[in-house]
């Protein structure tokens, strides 16, 4: 059973760094892309970032870009989120995705709570 | 980034009856490999979204064969049959052809 466990969401202050982590099982962590989603409280679903199998190419929202790094550890089959100068509006639930674009493969997380405020 | 836009974003039904929800994107979802990269999601009240449908009408594990997904270029469909309790949530189309993906503002379906 394919289960990706999130953790690390706290509260933190605007300007703050948190990182995220999700831990992945089930599968072969190391053949995937892996992604971060989030959902603001009452909002939508918004994109973060993607990464490749091996680390080498990552995918980030411009709004995100420069402040957030994705990277993964195969070894320890995890994937994470370093977020930096968070802001207000980075306030969501950051869910762990597995997803593949042309195949059956659609995988989430429970989600984690990150909350901006001062 | 490419806008997708959803109509409506509410939809009250009755048990049994047909739902349909429209998603517009702001351009053609045609991806240079011929693929057209249109997602549906469901997310039902308190749990993570789950992906109903990959590439338009490829339906993902599990999926009730109730609803369906359908279109083309720019103009996309999600419907269901004949809605039943458990349909009650949240739907989101989502397009993985440009990046960034992006999703549409949602579709909430309730039982009248």
């Known amino acids: 059973e394919v289960q990706l466990v999130e953790s690390g969401g706290d509260l933190v202050q605007p300007g703050g760094s948190l990182r995220l982590s999700c831990a992945a099982s089930?599968?072969?962590?190391?053949?995937?892309?892996m992604m971060w989603v989030r959902q603001g409280p009452g909002k939508g679903l918004e994109w973060v970032a993607n990464i490749k199998p091996d680390g080498s190419e990552k995918q980030y929202v411009d709004s995100m870009k420069g402040r957030f790094t994705i990277s993964r550890d195969n070894a320890k089959n995890s994937l994470y989120l370093q977020m930096d100068s968070l802001r207000a509006e980075d306030t969501a639930v950051y869910y762990c995705?597995?997803?593949?674009?042309?195949?059956?493969?659609?995988?989430w997380g429970q989600g984690t709570l990150v909350t901006v405020s001062s | 980034d490419v806008v997708m836009t959803q109509s409506p974003l509410s939809l009250p039904v009755t048990l049994g009856q047909p739902a349909s929800i429209s998603c517009r994107s702001g351009q053609s979802l045609v991806y240079s490999d011929g693929n057209t990269y249109l997602h549906w999601f469901q997310q039902r009240p308190g749990q993570s979204p789950r992906r109903l449908f990959y590439k338009v009408s490829n339906r993902d594990s599990g999926v009730p064969d109730r609803f369906s997904g359908s279109g083309s270029g720019t103009d996309f469909t999600l419907k269901i049959s004949r809605v039943e309790a458990e349909d009650v949530g949240v739907y989101y189309c989502?397009?993985?052809?440009?990046?960034?993906?992006?999703f549409g503002q949602g579709t909430k379906v309730e039982i009248k």
């Open positions: 989502m397009q993985g052809t440009h990046w960034p993906w992006t």
């Open positions: 995705v597995r997803m593949q674009r042309s195949a059956p493969v659609d995988d």
């Open positions: 089930g599968f072969t962590f190391s053949s995937y892309w």
